[in-house]
């Protein structure tokens, strides 16, 4: 059974950072994409980042420059640091896995999902 286990949300006043954690465990991701998504109240899920197994990354206009998505194959883990934080990163953030490299935007596209962690910027 595949799981995503996120950790690191929390309260950070804006213009701080947190960083975020995503272990997969149950099978690994070692030729497909690990990314990042948000849904914040009354808007619809949205990728805010991506990476393939090779290392290609995308991010999401509002977020570059300041987001930063990684990945430890050999710990089956991928990150997100988030620096320079605004009131408008507040949001529920999953992590989201799929076995294609190809660039997917749509939730519907990926096959598994993290049960989300709060993020929660203070102006």
């Known amino acids: 059974q595949v799981q995503l286990v996120e950790s690191g949300g929390g309260l950070v006043q804006a213009g701080g950072s947190l960083r975020l954690s995503c272990a997969a465990s149950?099978?690994?991701?070692?030729?497909?994409?690990m990314g990042w998504f948000r849904q914040a109240p009354g808007k619809q899920r949205e990728m805010v980042a991506r990476?393939?197994?090779?290392?290609?990354?995308n991010y999401a206009d509002s977020v570059k420059g300041r987001f930063t998505i990684s990945r430890d194959n050999a710990k089956n883990t991928v990150y997100l640091q988030m620096n320079s934080l605004k009131p408008e990163d507040t949001a529920v953030y999953y992590c989201?896995?799929?076995?294609?490299?190809?660039?997917?935007?749509?939730?519907?596209?990926?096959?598994?999902w993290g049960q989300g962690t709060q993020v929660t910027v203070s102006s």
């Open positions: 990476i393939t197994s090779g290392g290609s990354t």
């Open positions: 149950g099978r690994t991701f070692s030729s497909g994409s």
């Open positions: 989201a896995a799929r076995d294609n490299i190809r660039l997917a935007l749509s939730p519907r596209e990926w096959d598994y």
